[in-house]
């Protein structure tokens, strides 16, 4: 099973950008949810977005919501997450990780399979 993020890159604050989440060796409908991480120098990984890949529910922590958009195609065996109104706290090596059950989504440790990190720097 692989993860392989990309789609980082640097730009200023109030732009946007799109994540991509490819798997190989498995397809995400194996999986429960399929989520986005980030970590910042210095900083703890925190939860970004998930998506159930069955319902496609969404979930998002506070600080991107309403600015990030995560979504999947099945078609493609892909996640995504959309990115608008970037700010410079935005900034932070971004990862896509996946679960095959659902046990406490908002937990790193609660993944099992996670993609390199893609690096997401916003200027002020």
């Known amino acids: 099973v692989q993860l392989q993020a990309s789609g980082g890159g640097s730009e200023q604050a109030g732009a946007s950008l799109r994540l991509s989440c490819a798997a190989s060796g498995v397809t995400f409908s194996s999986f429960y949810h399929m989520s986005w991480f980030r970590q910042a120098p210095g900083k703890e990984r925190e939860f970004v977005a998930a998506?159930?890949?069955?319902?496609?529910?969404?979930y998002y922590a506070d600080s991107v919501k309403g600015r990030f958009t995560i979504s999947r195609d099945g078609a493609k065996n892909t996640a995504y997450l959309q990115m608008n109104s970037l700010k410079p706290e935005d900034t932070a090596v971004y990862y896509c990780?996946?679960?095959?059950?659902?046990?406490?989504?908002?937990?790193?440790?609660?993944?099992?399979?996670w993609g390199q990190g893609t690096q997401v720097t916003v200027s002020s």
């Open positions: 998506i159930s890949w069955s319902s496609g529910m969404t």
């Open positions: 990780a996946a679960q095959r059950y659902s046990i406490d989504l908002r937990r790193s440790s609660a993944y099992a399979f």
